[in-house]
């Protein structure tokens, strides 16, 4: 029997919620390009419901126990004697997600002989050290294209909240204000705006395809170009590095893995090559961008404003100069875990370990390492000696 170890974030401050804002969700079953939604053979949870924080449980107990297997659910991560460092010696399968990522580098998973399987619950898995799960033949896999289209969404959410100066004419009117040249004093339109996404991937292309009604001028730049009839459909420039296309955008979106060709990609060089009063967004890893960097570039006013949902280290710390620089559209990372998106995430993630526990194949698109190589999705998006 396995021992399966959960880190999930805490239920919500007012408790685990009963009723919810809405009674249904739309199902989805497949996603742009034909892969098809997760297709677990059975679920134990209602879509919709609130699946990512510990008393959610991933909808995996029931399935688990009934089974004869363990299942350990902790929020408690960092730090000496946490909860995941104490259970991780016997643990055979570690599952969390990005936006709570239990960090399993190169001496937790020396110090977890029965580890045999890293499952991310959501995408992205740059939180487990590929190197080391390589070396120790750990399976890596995550749920491909769950959350793709909700991180898109996000995007999309921030990019017209900076340029239109939403929050801060929000907070007017929290405040009891009126003062339309407060608003408007940083308001812009986004149309006719250069926009640029740094990795046209899943993510990239769902946010070029959503931004292509604004009437704005689409750029990216990727290491694998998109095919002649997208570019021409969406009406795309290519570009064949970073660095050459942000001087051309009043709008950056980061859409990338974090990988040693993108760590601190974003750094004071890259920042003083773009427009002045530009625009970035980023959520794709907070890493990708050098943290000071981004602030003297807010306060210079190089940048007119910064928004994303990755931090580095996750959770934040209280004092971590993002909460508090000008102009900013930060949020915890919750691009990718709607109520919507744990549906499809939680599914999966039991798809991956109903495979796993029976012995047979992990779909290839989920496969990030397996038989101590980069496999599936991690030999196209990843890179080892991360």
């Known amino acids: 029997m396995a021992k399966i170890l959960c880190v999930l974030y805490d239920d919500p401050a007012t408790g685990y919620p009963k009723p919810y804002a809405r009674d249904d969700i739309p199902t989805i079953t497949g996603y742009p390009g034909g892969q098809t939604a997760p297709t677990p053979k059975a679920i134990d949870f209602t879509p919709g419901e609130l699946l990512g924080s510990v008393s959610g449980e991933l909808g995996l107990r029931s399935f688990l126990e009934s089974q004869g297997h363990t299942l350990v659910v902790t929020s408690d991560k960092d730090g000496d004697g946490s909860v995941l460092d104490r259970e991780l010696p016997d643990a055979d399968v570690v599952i969390s997600q990005p936006f709570w990522p239990a960090y ?23 939180h487990v050290d590929l190197d080391a799960a390589v070396q120790h033949g750990v399976t890596v896999a995550e749920v491909t294209f769950s959350n793709s289209i909700s991180v898109a969404e996000h995007v999309v959410m921030m990019i017209l909240g900076l340029v239109r100066n939403y929050i801060p004419s929000y907070q007017v009117v929290v405040d009891g204000g009126w003062n339309i040249a407060d608003c408007v004093q940083r308001s812009y339109d986004l149309e006719g705006m250069h926009v640029g996404t740094v990795a046209a991937g899943r993510i990239g292309t769902a946010v070029l395809r959503r931004l292509a009604p604004f009437d704005v001028n689409l750029h990216y730049t990727d290491r694998h170009r998109l095919p002649e009839s997208v570019e021409r459909e969406l009406n795309l420039t290519f570009h064949a590095s970073a660095a050459e296309m942000v001087p051309h955008c009043d709008v950056v979106t980061i859409n990338a893995p974090l990988h040693p060709e993108t760590e601190g990609l974003f750094g004071e060089k890259l920042l003083a090559t773009m427009k002045r009063g530009s625009y970035l967004i980023n959520t794709a890893r907070a890493k990708i961008a050098d943290r000071d960097a981004i ?4 306060e210079s006013g190089q940048l007119a404003g910064y928004a994303g949902d990755v931090w580095y280290p996750q959770p934040a710390p209280a004092d971590h100069p993002w909460r508090t620089m000008p102009n900013h559209g930060m949020t915890p990372h919750i691009s990718g875990s709607s109520l919507s998106a744990q549906a499809r995430y939680a599914a999966g993630t039991r798809e991956i370990l109903e495979s796993w526990l029976a012995g047979t194949p992990i779909r290839d698109e989920y496969l990030i390492v397996d038989g101590g190589r980069l496999a599936g999705t991690g030999a196209h998006s990843y890179s080892t000696r991360m």
């Open 104 to 126: 399993l580098t190169a001496e937790r998973i020396a110090k977890a002989p029965n580890l045999k399987i890293a499952i991310t619950a959501g995408i992205g898995s740059d």
């Open 295 to 298: 602030v003297s570039a807010l």
